[in-house]
């Protein structure tokens, strides 16, 4: 697997195009579009709200419903969510003029919305945004990353990875683009993620490599605990790296979920550590925990506690906010036998070990904690499973953005 | 049922008294303690963090164990909590000294703490604060104020409330003290509560009373989502009031819980309003849920949501994060037929039916939102069952606060 430069147009045979059509931002592009030059398979994850958006039903039928897919259409700035029946003719409208400019069946065209709720989209411009985009899709990287900031809301900076890897002689390319801040406990501006490959693989295990993967991916991610009603990751496959087509379990199967997994972690990485008025990504890895599942909650449950967030902006070596929000989590251990400690790349300093703290230099302490990124690393001493989450500290810009997102 | 004023010296027979210890806090009272003339029926209720401070330990334990109890002794600053063994030993430590200094048994004195985790107690400065106490208890409202400010950490108003009612011709007082936010879902500077009441009950009963109560009352108050190592409600009955001892759940037994209600939901609230950095009550009364559980929990997910709160905070009137929140609670329901609207004492207002926003102002909206005291009211349009939740907003000196919590 080699980790190169490139988003959802690193793979053969993608195009991407993004234009300013004036939806709610003015003067920023805030319309993107990705096409594929020839139906690709289809896969798609979205929230558990039971308030879902409306482009989340289009897509779920969409990406159930039919064999391929061909393009994706995204706005930022209205959620087109809570609009009811208009907001459903709205995506059916969208794909039409897809249909219309491209000559794409509308039943082959995917939409993504973020933004505010409860706002009608201005179905004209989003027309004129299509017709804008047309011509000037292009496979290059720079048109992949031009969409990759058009679906920017509270985002600082744009989401992209990719990666190759070989299949039987061929070439094939994993990239993508996301926005916002997680999966489960998205930011309110929502988790999109788009994701493309050439490679050739049965919609099946299309689906099933994304499903398993956003688990330990964009599932890990929060930034405050909410879950959008838009929030949803699309994988498209086209199969024009020419390999044989991916329809079991073996090892080449492997080597792309490995090649998904590297994407998903890196663009959820990103997300975390551009979460709104974030001043550093927070990570927790916990290690020998009794079981998988426990080892998520834990983790978890470490990066959503809004204490231990202020903590980490603070740069204040507060373990005991850590272990409460180990213990609050619901699952069952020995406060006494875990270990706690901090680590970056200042170094790496063990705080918490036989129910207390250990005599750690506060100053040592808060050295590690003043880097861009600052991992807890949580040792349950139990069993052998483990993992990861990614948060952000808690700051007074946090507060700021989410006081006055509408006004 | 009359309200009166007071707190943990109302009901008669309970004497308290605070000192500046120096325990952590210079120049200010940071020791509290309360006692009972003769022995009282005990109840408590306490934290469900995994992590467990000593003094809780201590406390479920004699709570447990032991039919009465007379004193209860209160430090703010040092929590007690991740101290080991020798932890354990200061509790044992101040019950002695209390043993010491006012003849009462080592095993009828509970202890609770509250401050930051991992540090242990100054012992002797323990020990000269009870010896400074004992001369100075009283019976006064003012030495119940007094002990109400001495165990404040980041409160910035003591809390207190008190009723009397009649049983049997002999009036009866409740009376409590509290500091910090929420049971289930604290702040770590920890929600300690203090009642007491001259009623004569079985301590089966006041346990009883005591449990059931919390659930609608401190359990339904949110911070910050994140549950303290030292959540403690203690409940003393001495008996003086004179009448016939409860012993069952007639009519008597249900004036009592009635008083006690109305002082646990004064409490709660008082301590949602004081949350920290807060500048709003923010109320969520859920109605016409299909379980009482469900209204519970619907109810607890909107006051929990930071976004939510950071919206109380800009007086924004979003309600589609309001949505939001209840849509990711866990709880099925219809978002087309539920109703929202904001409440407080300028006015009322619906903001959304039938899947959408009402045409609203949202002139009236932020008028409405702009009070100290601000209600969300979800008709979920499904059953009888309801409840209610206290929050706060999330402000930037919630950050301030907890960015340097330690320093």
Chains 1, 2 share one sequence.
């Not at 988003?7 to 045979?13: D, E, L, N």
């Not at 993107?32 to 690709?40: D, H, N, R």
């Not at 804008?132 to 900076?157: N, R, V, W």
């Not at 250990?358 to 483990?386: C, F, H, N, Q, W």
Request: contains cysteine; hydrophobic residues 40%; glycine residues 8%.
């Amino acid at each position: 697997m080699e980790i190169i430069t490139g988003g959802i147009t690193a793979a053969k045979g993608f195009q991407a195009a993004a234009t300013a059509a004036g939806i709610k931002y003015q003067n920023r592009m805030d319309m993107a579009m990705i096409v594929s030059q020839v139906p690709a398979a289809s896969a798609g994850t979205f929230t558990t709200n039971v308030v879902q958006a409306a482009p989340v039903k289009w897509d779920r039928k969409l990406v159930t419903e039919e064999s391929h897919a061909r393009a994706v259409v995204v706005n930022a700035g209205i959620a087109n969510a809570c609009t009811g029946a208009e907001g459903m003719e709205y995506c059916q409208k969208t794909a039409e003029a897809v249909e219309h400019t491209l000559k794409i069946p509308a039943n082959q065209v995917l939409v993504a919305s973020t933004g505010v709720i409860g706002m009608q989209l201005p179905m004209e411009k989003l027309t004129l945004g299509i017709e804008a985009m047309a011509p000037q899709l292009e496979d290059s990287l720079e048109s992949g990353h031009q969409a990759a900031c058009a679906i920017m809301t509270t985002d600082t900076k744009a989401k992209e990875a990719a990666v190759t890897f070989q299949v039987e002689g061929k070439t094939v390319t994993v990239g993508g683009m996301c926005k916002g801040s997680g999966m489960i406990h998205p930011n309110m501006c929502t988790m999109l993620g788009f994701l493309t490959t050439d490679l050739a693989i049965s919609k099946e295990l299309l689906q099933e490599a994304l499903r398993e993967d956003i688990i330990d991916t964009y599932n890990m991610v929060s930034v405050d605990g909410d879950t959008s009603t838009n929030d949803t990751v699309l994988l498209l496959a086209n199969g024009m790296a020419g390999n044989p087509e991916i329809i079991q379990k073996d090892e080449n199967y492997r080597k792309f979920t490995e090649a998904l997994h590297y994407v998903n972690t890196a663009l959820a990485k990103m997300m975390a550590g551009d979460g709104e008025g974030a001043t550093a990504l927070f990570e927790t890895r916990v290690i020998h925990a009794d079981s998988k599942e426990h080892a998520r909650t834990l983790a978890k449950s470490v990066i959503c506690s809004s204490l231990t967030k202020a903590a980490i902006f603070g740069h204040d070596a507060n373990w005991g906010r850590i272990l409460c929000a180990l213990g609050y989590s619901g699952v069952k251990f020995d406060p006494e036998a875990i270990e706690l400690f901090f680590q970056s790349k200042s170094g790496r300093i063990q705080i918490y070990k036989d129910g207390t703290a250990t005599d750690y230099s506060e100053e040592e302490a808060t050295r590690i904690l003043s880097e861009p990124e600052v991992t807890v690393l949580v040792d349950m001493k139990m069993g052998d499973a483990k993992a990861v989450a990614w948060g952000c500290d808690l700051t007074y810009d946090y507060v700021k953005i989410n006081a006055d997102y509408r006004s």
